[in-house]
């Protein structure tokens, strides 16, 4: 065993979750894409103005490594402490936190960042963290944590090494993010469950809720957020719309074999007398309502749409009407449903 390691004789006796307010333009796109689609001269609307909230990421938590985003952030705020479980005991599986934070810079606040500190031992001289590297300063006056264990806490061995695991967490702040100034106070409200944590915060008057919200419609789609900021890359949209009028202007029947909502819409937008086929193999129905539901205002007719009801390898003639399919588009290794296992989203084409 090398000299740098501890042993650990009991159990973990505590943990802290600490978290700090940002400002980031590369997590905005990673949920916004309302905002991102106004720019943008294509004339695909996936969110259109009159139903602003009907495409959106899932309000929870997301790994994610944000050491690389270090020179892209700005700290709106200073790490401060949300809770603290003791492992001796059960922890609730319901807690609520009331918190006031100054914010240490002026900005808009678009996402929370959350990581953990793990008291190893009894004696509180062992410690462990997923803390972001930016944060080691910090966490040195971090109170009861000596300058030597608090260096350990992200100067670990190896810590220069890509690591799949041990990632912190990011809650996404609707919208364009909460406007604040130096100095002003910011009211967070946190709640955990067995397995989760969510936060909302308010500014005096202002609260997190995307202010071009209308909820006119019944459901709301939600998407990973990389498929989000795909989807709001103009340079993206572009070239897949130049391959979609090279392949598809004369394609009567065409085929979408995967759940890209951006591909059925552009194709039933770009050619008005094609008959769009939906796989959608994760979305199924509730994509499919979706497609209808922005069908008037990207200036296509949902009749023009088709779910298929069951897997390809039962495809016939029948579920054509008789025709072949003229243009197979998809985007590639990519499936729209979150409740499976990993390996089970990997495909091959």
């Known amino acids: 065993m090398k000299n740098i390691c501890d042993i650990i004789q009991d159990l973990t006796t505590c943990n802290i979750v600490l978290t700090q307010l940002v400002e980031s333009k590369f997590l905005w796109r ?9 720019c943008s001269s294509d004339g695909i609307r996936l969110v259109p103005t009159e139903l602003s909230t009907i495409l959106n990421v899932k309000s929870q938590q997301y790994p994610m490594h944000c050491d690389s985003l270090q020179e892209e952030l700005k700290l709106i705020s200073e790490p401060f402490r949300i809770f603290e479980f003791d492992f001796w005991k059960r922890p609730d599986s319901h807690g609520e936190a009331e918190i006031l934070i100054k914010a240490a810079a002026g900005g808009r606040v678009n996402a929370v960042i959350s990581w953990w500190v793990l008291q190893l031992d009894q004696e509180g001289t062992v410690f462990y963290s997923t803390a972001p590297m930016w944060i080691k300063d910090l966490l040195m006056r971090f109170p009861g944590i000596s300058v030597e264990y608090a260096t350990k806490l992200v100067d670990l061995p190896g810590d220069g090494n890509w690591c799949d695991h041990w990632k912190q967490c990011v809650w996404f702040i609707p919208g364009e993010g909460l406007p604040v100034s130096k100095g002003e106070d910011i009211q967070l409200h946190a709640i955990h469950s067995d397995i989760s944590i969510s936060y909302s915060l308010r500014v005096e008057s202002h609260r997190t809720m995307n202010e071009h919200g209308i909820h006119n419609i019944g459901f709301q789609l939600s998407l990973p ?14 070239h897949v719309l130049f391959a979609l009028q090279n392949a598809g202007k004369d394609s009567p029947l065409c085929f979408v074999v995967d759940d890209s909502v951006f591909l059925a819409t552009a194709i039933a937008h770009l050619c008005k007398t094609s008959c769009v086929m939906l796989l959608f193999p994760g ?14 205002a990207n200036q296509f007719s949902a009749d023009c749409l088709k779910l298929v009801k069951h897997r390809t390898d039962h495809l016939t003639l029948h579920d054509t009407d008789g ?5 197979l588009v998809g985007e590639p290794f990519y499936y729209g449903s979150d409740n499976h296992l990993p390996w089970k989203n990997l495909r091959f084409w």
Not at 32 to 38: C, G, K, P, R
Not at 284 to 289: C, H, I, P, S, Y
């Open 323 to 327: 025709k072949k399919i003229d243009l």
């Open 225 to 238: 957020p990389e498929k989000i900021a795909t989807y709001g890359d103009d340079n993206w949209r572009l």
């Open 283 to 296: 979305l199924r129905e509730k994509g499919f309502q979706y497609l209808k539901a922005i069908a008037e």
């Open 30 to 38: 990673l949920h916004d894409l309302y905002s991102n689609e106004v």
